[in-house]
Structures are given as structure tokens and as C-alpha cells.
T-cell receptor, first 114, second 115 residues
Framework: AQTVTQSQPEMSVQEAETVTLSCTYD???????LFWYKQPPSRQMILVIR??????QNATENRFSVNFQKAAKSFSLKISDSQLGDTAMYFC???????????FGTGTSLTVIP | ETGVTQTPRHLVMGMTNKKSLKCEQH?????MYWYKQSAKKPLELMFV???????ENNSVPSRFSPECPNSSHLFLHLHTLQPEDSALYLC??????????????FGEGSRLTVL
């Protein structure tokens, strides 16, 4: 079975600063996807960034980037130049390919402080 | 029009009531999902439908009954629920469950309170 662990229940960051959210996972699969989802207070969860396990290059989406360490089974999210709109719950998720099961962590509540 | 729409947004029901949650997706996807979100717990997958066929029932109690009449609509029928069933119920969709599933698209959720 796959498990996803987010060890930081809550974090805060000053506006314009950089913050890193951690995520580790456990799997015996070789082909899989990793995701970071954001759930703002309005509750709709949206995709922030996605990483294919076979790609060595870390994914980047504007201010969001990941540090994917496959051997260590680590998948952290770095948010640069934090903005007030980044305040949300962030969920790390794992999906094996092909598949229909997404495994989620317990989430990290991030607060951006003005 | 948002991609995945859930109604109602809030629902309060007694343990003897029967109610339904509705989900509709406008993304042309073929797979739909029900998740249960409780505080401080990972999202729990409940049901998966692919091309209207149920492909996953994650040991969900029979007081939750899903229905998928077509690839765009998904219902969760509720009856004789327990207070511990109070949670946020999230609907999601994806292209399919075979091959490259891609990402999940979520609705805003239905907040259920069982008295």
C-alpha cells in the first residue's frame, strides 16, 4: 500500500518570503505521479504542480517548484515570493500509473502573514 | 460555469433522514470520484466510477449509496447516517481511470452534519 506523510500540520511565512513544505511517501512502484494540491478557505481543491516519477528534472510552475528525490521518496514544495493568496491547506498526493487511486497526505495549513 | 459543481454546499440531517448529494462535471471527463475529508485525516477515497461503471468501493458502509447515471453526473445517497459521518464530501473527476489518468479536478464539496 502507498502512504503519503506530511509532517508539518501548520506553517507560516512572511509575505514575499520563501517557504518549503515537506512530503514523503512510501511505495514499491516505479512509475507514478506526485502532486501538490491547494485548498483555499473556499474549499475547492486545485492542482498546484505535478511531477512524473520518470522525469529527473524538478517541475516548476511560476513561483512554485518541487524538490523531487526519488531514492529518498521525498517530494517537497517550495513557494517563492509568498503572497496572501497562497494561504491555504496544501496536500501532497501520490498516484501510480496507470491507476485510479490517489493517495493523499493529511495536509499542511499554510498562513502567509502580511 | 465551474468544472465540477456540487450541491448542496451545506446539509444538516438527522440520523433517520434520507438525503442525496449531487455532483456534475462539465469537463468531458469519464471518471468520477467521491472522497470524504475529515479534519487531520488524509482524504478517504469512497467510490470510483469509470464510464458509468463502478470500479472501486473502498469498503464504504451501505448507508452510503452511489449512483452514476452518466459520465457527467454522480450522486451519493445517504440514509440512516451516524454522527461520525459528518465531514466534507468532495466530488472529483478525471479523464479516465485507465492509461494516463492525469490530475483530479475537484468540486467545492458538500459539508454534511449529522445530528
Amino acid at each position: 500500500a502507498q502512504t503519503v506523510t506530511q509532517s508539518q500540520p501548520e506553517m507560516s511565512v512572511q509575505e514575499a518570503e520563501t517557504v518549503t513544505l515537506s512530503c514523503t511517501y512510501d511505495t514499491s512502484e516505479n512509475n507514478y505521479y506526485l502532486f501538490w494540491y491547494k485548498q483555499p478557505p473556499s474549499r475547492q481543491m486545485i492542482l498546484v504542480i505535478r511531477q512524473e516519477a520518470y522525469k529527473q528534472q524538478n517541475a516548476t510552475e511560476n513561483r512554485f517548484s518541487v524538490n523531487f528525490q526519488k531514492a529518498a521518496k521525498s517530494f517537497s514544495l517550495k513557494i517563492s515570493d509568498s503572497q496572501l493568496g497562497d494561504t491555504a491547506m496544501y496536500f501532497c498526493a501520490f498516484m501510480k500509473e496507470p491507476g485510479n487511486q490517489f493517495y493523499f497526505g493529511t495536509g499542511t495549513s499554510l498562513t502567509v502573514i502580511p | 460555469e465551474t468544472g465540477v459543481t456540487q450541491t448542496p454546499r451545506h446539509l444538516v440531517m438527522g440520523m433517520t433522514n434520507k438525503k442525496s448529494l449531487k455532483c456534475e462535471q462539465h469537463l468531458g471527463h469519464n471518471a468520477m470520484y467521491w472522497y470524504k475529508q475529515s479534519a487531520k485525516k488524509p482524504l478517504e477515497l469512497m467510490f470510483v466510477y469509470n464510464f458509468k461503471e463502478q470500479t472501486e468501493n473502498n469498503s464504504v458502509p451501505s448507508r452510503f449509496s452511489p449512483e452514476c447515471p452518466n459520465s457527467s453526473h454522480l450522486f451519493l445517497h445517504l440514509h440512516t447516517l451516524q454522527p461520525e459521518d459528518s465531514a466534507l464530501y468532495l466530488c472529483a473527476s478525471s479523464r479516465s481511470t485507465s492509461g494516463r489518468t492525469g490530475e483530479l479536478f475537484f468540486g467545492e464539496g458538500s459539508r454534511l452534519t449529522v445530528l
